[in-house]
């Protein structure tokens, strides 16, 4: 057996760093979401890239599959492992090799999570902004194109790395992209690689955008009597192009479980948070015109402040809404699911979802990042109920026919995995047939996690 | 001969969009550099995509090379044909298709112009940023994936195309990207035909990002002791997050030339031109923010206005540089190149750079988009004195060498084309082959505009 080869030289090159204890497998596999688990053969930690680069050549060797692991947050079945085969951890290679404060950037080694590299610049006036929830690691929010609340203002992953180091299926070593802020000098394959959810290779460097942290960060909050509402307000405080970070959209159910969870006390209506990043100078007349805005879309009182423990208290509820909506439905099990869908449609497509939802009976709380058009529903079901099972899974194909109809995409910010790839040919058609012989060509014979993104 | 038998069908397709002409085949090839020019054996001029489909799939059956025509002004040869071929001229598809002020987007063909579509937006209060100077077409500027002046606040076309529509090699039509502003389901196919000089297929509908008109602009120009504390003073401009559009550096040979031209006045010295984009209540400051960051770097006095006028005259003069600088240096040809480096090394790039110029004793005045960390020389050479050539071609030589050495790219925004096709593999080493299998896999016989961006 083939696998069988690869481990014991693995056992032999790295004899602490190789696993086929179950409970280590299981680790390294899908444990979010309802997929079944599918545990690797072995987990094999590597340490550097060169390593990375000699234990791929072994598996393309043997036709092993290798799937790249950083922090297991991941959740669409992106770390399963349907033919088997290895998980390459990368979380010990957790270095931050370079800060400049001139170029605003950071090079980091792939296992570094993002609240590491935050803690690494906090006392430099710089930050790194993608925010995707869970403490991710960055070369797998690379490899995903993860984003969250800030990519309104600071954009995803696809618009903050600048350069990475991939080693290619065949043990190759090689570089996308470019420190200088722009190129036009050949195929961008920077971009290729991110979001390739490591079909394509393994990151094993990469190059971030960093930001200087806003001199002040003011917070609101504000109620709508409807989602149409709310998401008008959004368009046009989009268009007027204050310094929105963070646009975050609760329905009437998640504010309810965040009242319940974090006691903030809001009307059960649907409400949007803000966050505005601006100079002192700029910031006061921002909040003024962002609350004009609101008003005009009938908004409802407009809390504002910029005091840190009033804004700590707001984000830490949003932060803490998977375990507030969790609290709320003990004993069942959040499937979490993400579309995103042009800003013109947002409305119409929350709406819709809505409607379904009580039709279908589910509970289903909406939380979006809708200054993006992006939008979850976590999705409460009980697991032994195999009806409710299939009507949840009904619901959330639907919400992806819907997003497709509507020009918008299976996923903003989760990635396909195995989750979404029967979406694939709903939304892009011939291409993905393009995205087929790309893969032939740079993998042949398919071993860089298998079964992920393209629909088999 | 197979162009032949293909030009025969078209002609009975096209009977009036088929031309043999010699004067009309010099037109579609390269004009602007030093390269030879290559005429293709015939043009022929496609009105809608599914022509487009018709045409490549007649080349491709033939292995004729098909050559995409926008508005003629790409600069590294990019619309040579050194093998042959045809010209596929798709300026006839200039149709603004959509406009979304909702999503802040433009559905455009490929042949319509940045020009044109601002004249198009002029009464929505949206405007699109991209300027390369030339008015191009915008399928041009998304295959050499252009930027200019305003890149520094609104990116390049890598950042401003949504959604492609493409033919590839073999005819086939398909989509790239997402009509949502972000997403994360599958391959990255939109930047990869983005840049790729119509190497990858022919680009025949494209959706850009549009942007609110500021409320005010306001333009400023300083001149500097030197080109270091001139860029010392951009990174720190940059830094502190000014809504900077536009930051021109202008050496002293420049400024001569502009004085001449276009009666600036200015000093003899280093200089930066500025544009700040803002609203009414924080202009003020942020340009007050601008001249103290200038004056600690040594800036002379600050040229501050919002008056329409001045600020015309201001941009205008830049607009008009290349033909100041060829005005001042009668019967020679300009030769435009460009580098971009990162931020952190761009002082030091182009004072060494204007050292060599010096020693190489040639005329190239030089003029950045320095935000970027990109510039331009314009080297002004007499094309009947050979050793004036081949000096000429050693210096754009060691300066692509010089920007790649400090971790930049042999050009920021004119592509690779002919011209810098030799600087790949310095520049990308093993990545050079990972494109090379792209573009096997996308085009195994070579027909879209082959000898173009990989080395021969």
């Known amino acids: 057996m083939s696998t069988a080869k690869v481990v014991a030289a693995f056992r032999e ?53 290798v799937i790249p692991f950083g922090a297991g947050s991941s959740l669409e079945g992106q770390l399963n492992a349907p033919r088997g085969g290895i998980c390459l951890d990368l979380s010990k290679m957790d270095k931050v090799l370079r800060v400049s404060a001139d170029d605003l950037t950071a090079t980091v080694q792939p296992g570094v999570t993002r609240e590491e590299l935050n803690r690494r610049l906090r006392d430099s ?31 995803t992953m696809r618009e903050n790395v600048r350069e990475l180091e991939v080693v290619l299926p065949d ?11 722009k190129s036009s000098a050949g195929y961008d394959l920077a971009h290729l690689f991110v979001g390739a959810e490591g079909t394509l290779g393994v990151i094993t460097e990469l190059t971030v955008r960093l930001y200087q942290v806003p001199e002040r960060i003011g917070s609101g909050v504000c109620s709508f009597p409807s989602v149409h509402a709310a998401c008008r307000a959004v368009t046009d405080a989009l268009a007027a192009g204050l310094g929105l970070a963070r646009i975050e959209l609760l329905d009437e159910a ?45 908004g409802g009182r407009f809390e504002w402040s910029t005091d840190q423990a009033a804004r700590t208290k707001l984000w830490r509820a949003r932060h803490d809404a998977w375990w507030a909506i969790h609290a709320r439905y003990p004993g069942r099990k959040g499937i979490p699911t993400d579309v995103c869908v042009p800003i013109s449609r947002l409305a119409e497509c929350v709406e819709l979802t809505q409607q379904d939802i009580l039709a279908t009976g589910a509970d289903a709380p909406i939380i979006g990042h809708v200054g993006d058009g992006n939008f979850h529903l976590l999705v409460m079901i009980d697991e032994s109920d195999a009806a409710v099972v299939t009507r949840a899974r009904e619901l959330v194909h639907r919400l992806t026919e819907r997003a497709i109809a509507m020009g918008g995409t299976c996923t903003g910010e989760h990635g396909v995995g195995q989750g979404k790839a029967g979406a694939m040919v709903l939304e892009h058609g011939a291409a993905v047939d393009v995205m087929r012989e790309i893969k032939r060509a740079l993998d042949p014979r398919d071993i860089m996690n298998p079964g992920k993104i393209l629909p088999v």
């Open 13 to 65: 090159r790295f004899p602490d760093r190789v696993s086929t204890a179950a409970a280590v497998r299981e680790h390294h596999c899908q444990t979010v979401t309802w997929l079944p688990r599918q545990p690797p053969e072995a987990v094999v930690t590597a340490e550097d890239t060169g390593e990375v680069s000699w234990i791929v050549a072994r598996c393309a060797e043997h036709g092993v599959p």
């Open 125 to 155: 006036g710089l930050f790194f902004p993608v925010d995707p929830g869970a403490n991710a690691s960055l070369g797998g929010m690379a490899s995903t194109r993860a984003s969250g609340t800030n990519a309104v203002r600071y954009g």
């Open 171 to 181: 043990g190759r070593i090689t570089r996308a992209g470019s420190l200088a802020r």
């Open 254 to 298: 998640s504010v309810r479980a965040c009242n319940e969870y974090s006691g903030l006390g809001l009307d059960e209506k649907v409400h949007l948070f803000f966050e505005l990043h601006a100079t002192d100078a700029v910031l006061p007349s921002e909040a003024r015109l962002l609350g004009e805005i609101l008003a005009e879309h009938g």
